[in-house]
């Protein structure tokens, strides 16, 4: 199979930032997918209805929103019934960050035991919670050190939706299968590196990111769960831009931009192991179910015809800039 067309390609994880970078990258994922989960870890956060409302503004003015929904999050904070009452038909979910976790993250959770009332409302409202799943332990250790959390939370909000974004590791794609209202978002690249290709050589601060990338048999388990369609498993990019000044730096910054190769490199990765038709569920229909949502319809074609990828978009560098995939977009309906 040389071909494929996706309907309605979406990425349930995206960063946009705001600015300039908004400008350069918002018009790179409203090409290639017709929705995305838009993260609100800006400075200062987006943690009030009115700084949402302002924020969707400027996103529709970077790109076409007709065809590319972006669905906003709030920053998790203690959030009233009514709060979140009124946010609920502009919202997708609330994202959790635990304090400092990550880039942006200041202003998250400190004591994630004082958070039931806010998820009561959560639950109670059918708004979805999406978690950075990570503690502050050992780097390599952070996640599965915070899978005690996610069991607290879907034993004790069973109807509460929650999606562990960009799991890293063997033990969060088992611990889907403990409970139903877990659910979960795998990125690119941690489908594609391990900590060998970020430290293992010369560093490569463009490979830099939170989670950091894990083990073999880490990888292996997210390709397993992507390759074969798990039903609760969704692609999320986590496509994080910084200027190549934060990431070829003492102190580099942590995030893969990788929105403009995504749908190339997720093809040749599924084309390589001949479940190409797969891509399907894991960059669409999966998330259609669990989030119930209704993406503009567009048709993505790629094709295996090989392509440089460039080797920066404006002051950031993607991933994989200036290797040459075996795929690109051909056609954009
Ligand atoms: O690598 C990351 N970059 N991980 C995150 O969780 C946040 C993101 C960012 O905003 O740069
Ligand atoms: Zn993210």
């Not at 018009?27 to 956060?45: I, K």
């Not at 607290?152 to 969060?172: C, D, G, K, S, Y």
């Not at 797969?278 to 229909?285: G, H």
Request: aromatic fraction near 6%.
């Amino acid at each position: 199979m040389d071909r494929i067309t996706l309907e309605s390609p979406l990425d349930m994880h995206l960063h946009l930032r705001d600015g300039d970078t908004l400008t350069l990258v918002a018009p790179l994922s409203a090409a290639d997918f017709a929705g995305a989960v838009v993260m609100p870890n800006l400075v200062p956060p987006i943690d009030a209805l009115d700084a949402l409302d302002a924020y969707r503004a400027r996103i529709a003015v970077a790109c076409d929103t007709a065809r590319f929904s972006p669905w906003l999050t709030l920053f998790f904070r203690a959030y009233s019934h009514d709060e979140l009452a009124a946010a609920r038909r502009q919202i997708i979910g609330v994202k959790l960050y635990p304090e400092g976790v990550t880039t942006n993250s200041a202003g998250g959770v400190r004591d994630l035991r004082g958070i039931d009332a806010t998820l009561e409302h959560l639950e109670a409202l059918g708004i979805p919670l999406l978690v950075h799943g990570e503690t502050h332990g050992f780097v390599m250790d952070r996640e599965r050190e915070f899978l005690p959390v996610y069991r607290r939370l879907a034993r004790q909000f069973p109807r509460l939706t929650i999606v562990m974004e960009h799991i890293t590791t063997r033990e969060a794609v088992e611990l889907l299968g403990e409970y139903d209202n877990l659910h979960a978002t795998i990125t690119l690249h941690h489908l594609l590196i391990t900590l060998d290709d970020v430290a293992g050589g010369l560093l490569q601060p463009h490979l830099f990111c939170k989670p950091i990338a894990k083990r073999p048999e880490d990888r292996e388990a997210l390709l397993h769960a992507a390759l074969t369609g798990h039903p609760r498993v969704m692609f999320g990019s986590d496509s994080a831009p910084h200027p190549r000044s934060a990431k070829e730096a003492a102190g580099c910054a942590a995030g893969v931009f990788s929105a403009p190769v995504a749908l190339p490199a997720l093809a040749e990765l599924f084309a390589d192991r001949d479940v190409l038709p797969m891509l399907q569920r894991f960059v669409s229909d999966n998330a259609r179910a669990i989030y119930r949502v209704t993406p503009p319809l567009r048709r993505i074609t790629l094709e295996r015809v090989p392509w440089r990828v460039p080797d920066h978009y404006g002051a950031v560098v993607p991933f994989g800039a200036g290797t040459t995939l075996a795929w690109q977009v051909t056609a954009r309906a």
